[in-house]
T-cell receptor, first 118, second 114 residues
């Protein structure tokens, strides 16, 4: 079974600065997807960024980028120019590519609570 | 922008009662999911549903739980004989093409069992 670990329960960053959230995972599969989800106080889960394991290029979405190290099974999220609205719980998640034409579960990490200080 | 809608936002029920949590997935999506998040813990997968049947379920999803798509638009989670430990946030999600596409989450239903 796959596992996802986020070793930083809490992080803080100054507004306009850069912060990196860590995530490691364990799997025996070679092809899969990795995600970062944001959960603001409203509790809704919002997709931030997605990475396909077969792609060597790191995904980027505006101020959000990832550092995907497949051999190390590491998937960190970098938030540049942090804004007050970035304050939220961030979850790293894994999804197998097996059974991609059927429902495939997301396996989540424990989450990192990000505080943005003005 | 289309969104997944869950009702109610908060449900309080007495231990032993049955509850039904409702979800309206995005209209052209074919895959539906329920996840659970106990306060302070990680989000856990419960069940996935495709083509009017369960495609995958976790060890949490025992006989106490059932899912249904009663009318082509709603997707429900029924919890029979609720227990205190069922208190959690329940999230519904849907995706267009399974693992190939993004799962969109609803805003969640907070279930409190007293």
């Amino acid at each position: 079974a796959q596992t996802v670990t986020q070793s930083q329960p809490e992080m803080s960053v100054q507004e306009a600065e850069t912060v990196t959230l860590s995530c490691t995972y364990d799997t025996s599969e070679s092809d899969y997807y990795l995600f970062w989800y944001k959960q603001p106080p409203s509790r809704q889960m919002i997709l931030v960024i997605r990475q396909e394991a077969y792609k060597q290029q790191n995904a980027t979405e505006n101020r959000f980028s990832v550092n995907f190290q497949k051999a190390a099974k590491s998937f960190s999220l970098k938030i540049s120019d942090s804004q007050l609205g970035d304050a939220a719980m961030y979850f790293c998640a894994y999804r197998s590519r097996l059974g991609e034409t059927s429902g495939s579960r997301l396996t989540f990490g424990e989450g990192t609570q990000l505080t943005v200080n003005p | 922008e289309p969104e997944v809608t869950q009702t109610p936002s908060h449900q309080v029920t007495q231990m032993g009662q049955e509850v039904i949590l409702r979800c309206v997935p995005i209209s052209n999506h074919l895959y539906f999911y329920w996840y659970r998040q106990i306060l302070g813990q990680k989000v856990e997968f419960l069940v996935s549903f495709y083509n009017n049947e369960i495609s995958e379920k976790s060890e949490i999803f025992d006989d106490q739980f059932s899912v249904e798509r009663p009318d082509g638009s709603n997707f429900t989670l029924k919890i029979r004989s609720t227990k205190l430990e069922d208190s959690a946030m329940y999230f519904c999600a849907s995706s267009e093409l399974g693992a190939l596409t993004e799962a969109f989450f609803g805003q969640g239903t907070r279930l409190t069992v007293v």
